[in-house]
């Protein structure tokens, strides 16, 4: 089963706004990270944020992880069409920081 | 670097048949993962080696599956035979344990129709 679960499952906003997404997982972590899938592409990995942080940016990516809701964010500041993509959070358990699993995704659509 | 290469890109097979994909990961890399994405389950792992050795296949859905790593610029996933539910498209992702990061690389994928 998805450790990681997004929310929410797909998102419209016009260019120039904020989008957020949400992660919740299950399990005690290493580390969770961030990865965009544009369509009939490969993942990309965005950023990465260890369990013992509790915020951390990138560009116009800022990233925030709660370990006692066992939930994490991604905002994407001054949205552009580019951005359009599915976002992925994956988490890395206990028995170690390789082995990933991967939440079902969210669907960001920015209109020009 | 290319980056994480996949081949074929687009696989049409008919039931029965067998289906070998091919990954060449990036190199330097010591860890290699195979993944199978469907809208219906998302993203998968199948397996994953470390050094060429395969350490935990228990997302390999059954007997017909079967994955190699010759050596660390190669690795095979094989379905033997091919059934319809197996389309999907079949990633490959790689990492080093370097950085101590493990950001995975993903390649292109392969997509794999199975009538």
């Known amino acids: 089963s998805q450790q990681g679960e997004e929310d929410p499952q797909a998102l419209s906003i016009q260019e120039g706004e904020n989008a957020t997404m949400n992660c919740s997982y299950k399990t005690s972590i290493n580390n969770l990270q961030w990865y965009r899938q544009n369509s009939g592409r490969g993942l990309v990995h965005l950023i990465l944020i260890r369990s013992n942080e509790r915020e951390k940016h990138s560009g116009r990516l800022r990233v925030t992880l709660d370990t006692s809701k066992k939930s994490s964010s991604l905002l994407i500041t001054a949205s552009r069409a580019a951005d359009t993509a599915s976002y992925f959070c994956?988490?890395?358990?206990?028995?170690?920081?390789?082995?990933?699993?991967f939440g079902i995704g969210t669907k960001l659509q920015v209109i020009p | 670097d290319a980056g994480v290469i996949q081949s074929p890109r687009h696989e049409v097979t008919e039931m029965g048949q067998e289906v070998t994909l091919r990954c060449k990961p990036i190199s330097g890399h010591d860890y290699l993962f195979w993944y199978r994405q469907t809208m219906m389950r998302g993203l998968e792992l199948l397996i994953y080696f470390n050094n060429n050795v395969p350490i935990d296949d228990s997302g390999m859905p059954e007997d017909r599956f079967s994955a190699k790593m010759p050596n660390a610029s190669f690795s095979t996933l094989k379905i033997q035979p091919s059934e319809p539910r197996d389309s999907a498209v079949y990633f490959c992702?790689?990492?080093?344990?370097?950085?101590?990061?493990?950001?995975?690389?993903f390649g292109p994928g392969t997509r794999l129709t199975v009538t």
């Open positions: 994956a988490t890395a358990g206990s028995g170690g920081y390789q082995k990933v699993t």
């Open positions: 992702a790689s990492t080093t344990s370097k950085t101590g990061i493990y950001e995975q690389y």
